[in-house]
């Protein structure tokens, strides 16, 4: 079995094609403002003449836009090459490209004054929220803190005492191996977000300005 997978949802653009459990190819590039343009390229650099099985799309939290970019495009692939398409979540594939830790709080980059993070106890999931400086404090200061993944660890805590843990995979490879590892952690591509995605709304509106 071949799945390509497309991670788009942070700030990078990414893209991996995988068989049976093994990585085919792999690339990934920063991507603040332009993932539209080089994710199209890239799936056609990854998958040449590979015929794929399934699709896999990273569906959030992250980047408003970046989620929107990965579900349209992969959803037009999936169409046009008539293949099925399922999402992943970026907590659940932080988490299971983990050694199963028995606590671990993931946290996925905001870029606001929060970051996205969901618990994981002995690999049952908490509800996910926003979390600001203040709760992270009050979280790593309890007794037995939680062990940290993901993209928001480095951005957010400096000056934090925190023990971190590392995947060797990241962005598309981390859904590939979540999906071969378990693949019942699929969910319907639909957009995941923690909060109201962010909208700036012009000072006037249409009508003021007949």
């Not at 299971?96 to 946290?107: N, T």
């Not at 690999?123 to 979390?131: A, D, I, N």
């Amino acid at each position: 079995m071949k799945i390509l997978a497309i991670d788009t949802a942070g700030w990078k653009c990414s893209v991996a094609l995988w068989e049976d459990g093994h990585e085919l190819a792999f690339q990934e590039q920063d991507s603040e403002r332009d993932q539209a343009a080089l994710l199209p390229q890239f799936v056609k650099d990854i998958m040449g003449s590979h015929v794929v099985d399934h699709l896999i799309v990273n569906v959030g939290p992250g980047s408003f836009t970046g989620i929107r970019v990965g579900l349209a495009f992969a959803k037009g692939l999936a169409m046009g090459l008539n293949l099925s398409l399922k999402g992943i979540d970026s907590f659940t594939a932080t988490y299971i490209s983990l050694e199963s830790p028995s606590d671990v709080l993931i946290l996925i980059e905001a870029r606001r004054q929060d970051v996205f993070g969901q618990r994981f106890l002995d690999g049952v999931p908490r509800s996910p929220q926003s979390l600001t400086r203040e709760a992270l404090k009050d979280i790593l200061t309890q007794e037995n803190p939680p062990l940290l993944a993901g993209s928001g660890v480095h951005p957010f805590l400096e000056g934090f005492l925190y023990k971190e843990v590392h995947s060797r995979w990241r962005g598309a490879q981390s859904l590939a191996y979540a999906f071969f590892k378990d693949p019942n952690c699929v969910i319907e591509p639909l957009p995941f977000y923690v909060r109201e995605p962010d909208v700036t709304y012009p000072r006037e509106s249409c009508a003021s300005s007949l």
